[in-house]
């Protein structure tokens, strides 16, 4: 009952701003991501849904984009295929086609690759989708940074010093321009968080 309480609140949410049909491509992949992560921590002992989930909020609230169903199932589905094999790539382009499929692969890091190399195929994708989740996903990750040990945060700090900017300058080019905002306010977050560690 709680759960389901969840997953309808999320929904109403979302609801003035998509169509029943959007609507339900989003609870489609809300259920996949739940059901995918489930019994799964994070490393500060939250659930593990609550990220995906979470940086799908940060999108629709924090970034203000509330016109695209496919950037929340991205943000949604964004860790399922690096943790689960729930969902392979063939069996996102059934239920959500191709425009989805792309943006989770570019968003997510297989074990053979390192990070410059997947960050080089992040920047290198020109779609906007997975460049916002992937900004979201970090400011979700630094938020939620102080129940961690000091040597993953100080590791994170460097690692967004070192790409998510870099981001923020090429996702600047590929958004359309009345999202343009998001990516404003995606740089002055990440810059403001972490310097939170870097004093600290």
Known sequence: MENQRG???YLKKLSPYFTERDLEEIQTAYAFSKYGH???FRD???RY???PKEVSLIIFNDFDIKFDWRVLVIALLHDIVE?????????IWINFKNEV???VKFVSKNDKESKDVFFSRLFSCNKWRPMVVKLADRI???RSLHKCEQSKQIRQVEETRAFYFQLCDIAETK??????KSITYARKELDKLCKVYEVS
Do not use: A, C, W, Y
């Open 101 to 103: 499929t792309q943006g």
């Open 7 to 9: 997953s309808i609140q």
């Open 140 to 142: 979700h990750n630094l």
């Open 175 to 180: 958004v359309p321009k009345n999202i343009r």
């Open 38 to 40: 489930r019994n799964q």
């Open 44 to 46: 500060d002992g939250g």
């Open 83 to 91: 943790d689960q094999f729930l969902l392979t790539e063939r069996r």
């Open 49 to 51: 849904f609550d990220h």
